[in-house]
């Protein structure tokens, strides 16, 4: 196999300051002891040791090299938990897990400390509240009334508001509700306040029958979940109108289509999927993890301009290299729970994805928002899962497939390693590390100031645009300094055409493109795709709906929109300028 070449990757100024703020190793008097370069060697080191129980001291070595270039190549990066806990005591490597929430006080309690013992690791946790009974219902114990989940839901908030992840940051959930729960318009409205349940996103679990009842002004039963009785009936249209006005309001609930993940289960005799992680790009069996890796695109982009195209043969190439990565994770990680070491044993799931789409878009000279964009998209999703796909094939004749796999499966007849192979996660931090845009989203702003690190103000100008401008013979300085106070380069006179385009914001990408984007990627992707549909602040809650039915009609799994402004002290801000 052929070597990647390594060009160092350059790490910014941001880069520099979130790696020292919470990835890099610190001694026992908290002074940094690691370089940038001696964190990649660390995690190569200790991932590629899973080699040595399959190929002994030669291959582990082997692949340690490859490994460590992948990363200080900027090639690829694997999710913040293996960055961080690689190679040190603490050993949890995965970003994401999902845990069961059962109808008793054991049950609920028991999952409360065991999210405690992931989250301090530094994994996120998902989890589905559908199987709480309603508030008001019978406690027999007791003779009481029950809280209900959005009650309950609360206790998790605040023991996450509590850990700390090893001082880093803090913890991120998922809680899950299903449409036909007795308690959907209260799960729906409950962050609303703006204090309520601010580690949680929301994800209300829809059925196609639902949506379909939506579009044609049925009512749907309500059903209780201990019995299984219909207890109620509610508008279907009403409903979804309440989730849409919801999300205008406050970006929370996004929603979950249960038959979509159903369909892509790949192993429906396990149970059925009722969750995902917090960023909803994995659906999760109860006790399941998934480990992240992210190839960056904007690095495998040979040629400029209009000359520019996709490096296919890297990208497949590095693809399999990061799916051999991933599956060793699985090997070394340390699980904080039992249950949890067993789930990940049984399905081996992992999520190779990409970040750099809009920063590979704007090098190949191809506006974000253009049927071209989505065309490629699509190109590199099916390189992506292919490339995946043949890997994991290649590691089940080298160490044998998941345990849970069987011939004829959903899988098919070839052996496969990995139950799942591919997700797109949001890389918030880790495009920051990369330089690169984050995930498969366009650039937010091309300057813009981010709130990070506990409320430090960073500002950012876009590198790629102050040289497209130089190139247009636009004085970038100037032209920089516009778009700061405006926020974007639409709103400033005088620009041309083809910067102008090529330079689209995420704002100005309307929401149908996003969800073409979004759509194009999820084809191929078997895991979900992390995505946010962005609307500017004149949208309305029925603007909202209309995303949330068009993301039903083209087969997504999950869907979650943003208006701009409906949140306090949001992560990225627009515009520099006061
Ligand atoms: P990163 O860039 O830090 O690797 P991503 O933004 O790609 O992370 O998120 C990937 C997944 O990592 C999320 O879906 C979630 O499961 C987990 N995650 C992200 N941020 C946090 C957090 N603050 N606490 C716990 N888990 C998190």
């Not at 990565?325 to 992992?350: G, M, S, W």
């Not at 590691?395 to 849970?404: F, M, N, V």
């Not at 100037?478 to 914001?505: H, I, K, M, N, Q």
């Amino acid at each position: 196999m052929e070597e990647v070449p390594v060009k160092p990757l350059h790490i910014s100024e941001n880069a520099r300051r979130v790696l020292e703020a919470r990835y890099l190793r610190r001694d026992a008097r908290g002074r940094i002891a690691e370089s940038p370069e001696d964190l990649f060697a660390r995690v190569a080191r200790a991932v590629a040791g899973a080699e040595l129980r399959f190929g002994g001291p030669g291959a582990a070595a082997r692949w340690e090299g490859r490994f460590r270039r992948l990363m200080t190549g900027g090639y690829f990066l694997p999710n913040s938990p293996t960055l961080m806990n690689a190679g040190t005591a603490l050993g949890q490597l995965s970003a994401c897990f999902v845990l069961p929430v059962p109808d008793t006080m054991e049950g609920i309690f028991g999952a409360v400390r065991d999210m405690a013992l992931v989250q301090r690791t530094g994994g996120g946790t998902g989890f589905s509240f559908s199987r709480l009974r309603p508030a008001g219902d019978l406690v027999a114990s007791t003779g009481g009334a029950a809280s209900g989940p959005v009650s309950f839901m609360k206790i998790f908030d605040c023991a996450t508001e509590n850990i700390r992840q090893g001082g880093k940051r803090r913890g991120a959930n998922m809680g899950v509700l299903r449409v036909d729960h007795p308690d959907v318009l209260a799960f729906v409205r409950a962050k609303l306040d703006g204090v309520s349940l601010q580690n949680f996103n929301l994800s209300v679990g829809v059925t196609d029958a639902f949506m379909e009842a939506a579009a044609a002004g049925r009512t749907y039963p309500l059903v209780h979940p201990r019995t299984g009785e219909r207890v109620g009936r509610l508008d279907a249209a009403e409903v979804l109108a309440a989730m849409a006005e919801a999300a205008w309001a406050c970006g929370d609930p996004g929603l979950l289509f249960l038959d979509a993940v159903a369909r892509a289960n790949p192993v429906p005799e396990l149970g059925p999927i009722e969750a995902t992680n917090p960023c909803g790009e994995v659906p999760l069996l109860p006790y399941e993890s998934c480990n992240l890796g992210s190839l960056n695109l904007a690095r495998l982009v040979r040629g400029d301009g209009t000359g520019a195209r996709l490096d296919r043969r890297r990208l497949r190439r590095l693809a399999a290299e990061a799916v051999r990565f991933l599956d060793d994770v699985i090997e070394v990680c340390r699980y904080p729970l039992q249950p949890l070491a067993e789930a990940a044993a049984a399905t081996r799931k992992i999520g190779l994805g990409v970040m750099g789409f809009a920063e590979m878009l704007v090098r190949m000279g191809i506006s974000y928002d253009s049927d071209e964009a989505v065309a490629v998209a699509g190109d590199v999703a099916r390189e992506l899962a292919e490339a995946a796909l043949a890997a994991s094939r290649e590691l089940a004749r080298e160490r044998g497939p998941y345990p849970a796999w069987r011939r004829g499966g959903p899988a098919g007849d070839v052996p496969v390693r990995n139950a799942t192979r591919t997700a797109i996660a949001p890389t918030g931090t880790l495009g920051i590390i990369a330089g690169t845009s984050a995930g498969i989203e366009p650039f937010f702003a091309l300057a813009y100031r981010r709130r990070a690190l506990d409320g430090e103000i960073l500002t950012e100008v876009n590198p790629l645009f102050e040289a497209a401008a130089r190139a247009h013979g636009l004085d970038p300085r100037r032209l920089v300094e516009d778009v700061r106070r405006r926020g974007r380069l639409s709103a400033v006179p005088d620009v041309p055409e083809t910067l102008r385009s090529r330079f689209v914001t995420a704002l100005e990408v309307p929401p149908e493109r996003h969800l073409a984007v979004q759509a194009a990627f999820q084809r191929h992707v078997d895991n979900s795709v992390s995505k946010t549909v962005n609307l500017p602040p004149a949208a309305t809650p029925a603007d909202v709906a209309a995303v949330f039915r068009r993301a039903w009609e083209l087969g997504l799994k999950g869907i979650t929109v943003y208006r701009y402004g409906s949140k306090a002290g949001q992560v990225l801000e627009l515009g520099a300028g006061d």
